[in-house]
């Protein structure tokens, strides 16, 4: 937990509680633009997706919340998914909600939701984040986070990587 004036952070595993505005920020034009997959995505789609997610031993969901009077503000995501077992690999994503942007949450997030998820799991070599080429606020995060820069994709997406 970190104190920031007048605010409490903490991560939180997600639970179903957190799906609706997972899928909101999802949905995000910002979000949308940076993704992947750019099109919305349907509800049923996203639940289905989710109820699998925190079911699988091979996805780890956590949300950031920011403790304010009393509430719990949930300012954003961040997702490790396993890429080899053998290995110990996982990719990273965070998604922050778009109320929240601009404000520091994106450092606060990585940071302590990778320290949860390496103390949750029982080993990680290596983290891999994919950032579309011109994502600067991604990239600067992620750089800034100590991540280094592996390689481009034919899809304009560039590869970081950080080992542990």
Known sequence: MKKCD???????????????DIWKWRNNEITRSVSRKTDKIKWDEHD????????????FLYIGINKISQKNIPIG???????????????????????????GFGHFLLQNG????????????RIYAEIKVDNL??????????????????NGFAKYFIEF
């Open 77 to 103: 995501i961040i997702r490790f998914n396993l890429m080899d077992f053998s290995q110990k690999h996982y990719q990273v994503s965070i998604n922050i909600a778009p109320n929240a942007r601009k404000k």
């Open 48 to 59: 289905s997706w989710f109820r699998e997610s925190l079911d699988s031993n091979r996805i």
């Open 137 to 154: 606020p991604s990239t600067k995060l992620f750089t800034s986070s100590g991540y280094s820069f592996c390689d481009i994709d034919n």
């Open 6 to 20: 007048h605010m409490i952070l903490k991560i939180v595993n997600a639970d179903q509680s957190h799906s609706k």
């Open 114 to 125: 990778t320290k949860k998820f390496i103390k949750d799991i029982d080993k990680c070599t």
